[in-house]
């Protein structure tokens, strides 16, 4: 059974998807709108780097964002149009990509996308391209061959894998909407004041729901009424099919909050640096500025036990089975080191390879095992989108 939670507490709501009684994915959200990933702004360019061929772009609040422009090939400006490349001064619209840190500002792209349930319109983009979780060859070019007519020298289409044996009158439909909302955007935007917003994306539990909807999901659990509204809305206009799945639950036994699914002690429990396992063994989990470190230690696991390789192998497995869940639980990015116990048969060790590259993926977010050194030490990239958990609000 897989139920989506979705849990007000106070100005904060928690999103948890549970396969069982395991928390697999955590969202926090603060309701004030902190979140800048996926915002649209007519921004200002305020500084070029030449040497690193970067620019830095104010938008709302003073906030400076960071703009490659390696890729930018179509910015959308304002004002009297001019070719060329960027120049301080110049006001342009951009979308975050990436949240910022402590130590680094957002990331932003000129080349900003509007996300549908089954198709991503990309500025900047003549092409249309497709899923790679889409491996059947002719529904990639049934899709490929719809989408193709809405492509624009200026904007292409990215397929999702939600469009997976989509008919083709909804594929068409949606397309439509994304061309219309761009249009606008592009439209209007560049009348608008420097460092305006311009887009704002949709909140993100009603992300969860529309990325999970081809995934099995069997419950939508909401403990507010305004959210269950909210949610509501955007299930009558974008996915009617699911409406039976979301309920609106007993305010008397707040979801999450120490009631049916333990919400917050389990996401309590995902901030915690050490993780132990069923074998006695233990993770250590350390996220620094430049990548993530997790540690794998025997613990209590090789106690009195004989056959120290195959006990190693063993915990290794054990191990890699709870990091691939404790990357997703906890929404770890960017460089990913696993320090796994020191192995000394190759079987075993293209064995553990193999199975970690299995277990990620299912991750939602591409995440890619790149490989073992001769210390027993992984490499495993993921994507950067959404703040790890525990920097979320």
Known sequence: MKDLVIVKDGEKVITGLFDGNELVEAQIEDLEGGELLGKIYLGKVKNIIANINAAFVEIEGGL???????????????????????????????????????LKAPQATADFCLTGRYLVLVHGRSVVGISKKVEDSEERARLKAIVETFAREECGFIVRTNALYCDEETIRAE????????????????????????????????????????????RIRINDSEIY??????????????????ELC???????????????????????????????????????????????NTGKAVSGKKG???????????????????????????????????????????????????????????TRVVDMTKLNLVEITRKKTRKPLAQQP
């Open 250 to 296: 007993d305010k008397e036994e707040p979801l999450g909050l120490g009631g049916l699914y333990r919400l917050k002690d389990k996401i309590d429990e995902a901030m915690q640096e050490r993780v132990w396992m069923k074998s006695g063994a233990f993770l250590v989990i350390q996220p620094t500025e430049a990548c993530t470190v997790i540690d794998v």
């Open 64 to 102: 400076m964002c960071y703009l490659s422009l390696d890729e930018v090939v179509n910015p959308v400006r304002s004002g009297p149009s001019r070719s060329g490349p960027i120049k301080v001064g110049d006001e342009i619209i951009v979308q975050i990509t990436k949240e910022g840190s402590a």
């Open 175 to 218: 397309a439509m909407n994304l061309l219309e909302i761009y249009d606008k955007l592009v439209r209007e935007g560049v009348h608008r004041s420097p460092f305006s917003l311009l887009y704002k994306t949709k909140p993100s539990y009603i992300w969860a729901i529309r990325d999970l909807s081809g995934s099995g999901l069997d």
């Open 308 to 366: 120290q390789q195959e006990t190693f192998f063993r915990i290794n497995i054990e191990a890699a089975r709870e990091v691939a869940k404790q990357i997703r639980l906890r929404n770890l990015s960017g460089i990913i080191i696993v320090d796994f116990i020191d192995m000394t048969l190759e079987e075993h060790r293209e064995l553990l390879m193999k199975e970690l590259r299995e277990l990620c993926k299912n991750d939602r977010i591409p």
């Open 229 to 246: 509204d909210s949610v509501m809305e955007y299930m009558n206009t974008a996915q009617p099919e699911d409406i039976e799945k979301v």
